[in-house]
Structures are given as structure tokens and as C-alpha cells.
């Protein structure tokens, strides 16, 4: 997934915290939900960056030798500037694009 592409501001905004809670109905079921999609993007966006940077890993002994990889500092730059996995699924809940459902409310509707 390209972060990057995302229209999620980089800084904090304020939001009205009525407009998040119209779906569920609830403002902590709601919140519930964008923590748990921004720990999934959280766990991928270090999962890529843990990737990207092993291709440049040197396996030295010696720690006096420490070498500046140009390449690596890039990455590591790329990845600062991302929006944090916070702001990404807030957007993400307010865009519709996250998928959830309540297992209790589910298994009400089947007992009735």
C-alpha cells in the first residue's frame, strides 16, 4: 500500500468528534475502531521499512566501523514524513474505506 498517495493530512486536525461517532453511534466504539485499523498500519508500514532497509544491513563484526549509507537515509526520511498510522486510519474511517462489523449485535440478530 502506497502511503504516501493518501490524502491523510501530515499534521494533526481538529475533527468534530459528533461527525466520526454517525456511523456507529457510539464516539468510543468509534475510536475503538480507527485504534485497532491504525495498529494493522502501523504493523505494515514497519514490516515494509524492516524489508527496504535489510537489503542494506552489513553484517560487520567490528563496531568500530560504522558506514553512512545514502540510500538507507532516504528510506528512513521517506518513512518519518508519512502521516502517522493514526491520521492514515482516521481518514481511511472517515472515507468509508474501513470494513467492520460488532459480533454481539450479530448474534443478537440470529437468536431473534
Not at 502501523?42 to 567490528?62: H, M
Amino acid at each position: 500500500m502506497d502511503y504516501k498517495k493518501s490524502k491523510a493530512p501530515v499534521n494533526t486536525v481538529t475533527r468534530n468528534v459528533m461527525d466520526l461517532c454517525d456511523e456507529t453511534g457510539n464516539i468510543y466504539e468509534t475510536v475503538a475502531i480507527i485504534a485497532k485499523r491504525a495498529n494493522q498500519i502501523a504493523i505494515q508500514i514497519k514490516e515494509d521499512l524492516s524489508k527496504k532497509l535489510a537489503e542494506f544491513a552489513s553484517y560487520n563484526d567490528s563496531l568500530e566501523e560504522v558506514f553512512e549509507n545514502r540510500e538507507q537515509i532516504e528510506i528512513s526520511r521517506y518513512y518519518e514524513k508519512l502521516p502517522k498510522p493514526t491520521l492514515l486510519a482516521t481518514q481511511e474511517f472517515v472515507e468509508g474505506k474501513v470494513y467492520w462489523r460488532d459480533p454481539q449485535k450479530d448474534a443478537m440478530a440470529v437468536v431473534e
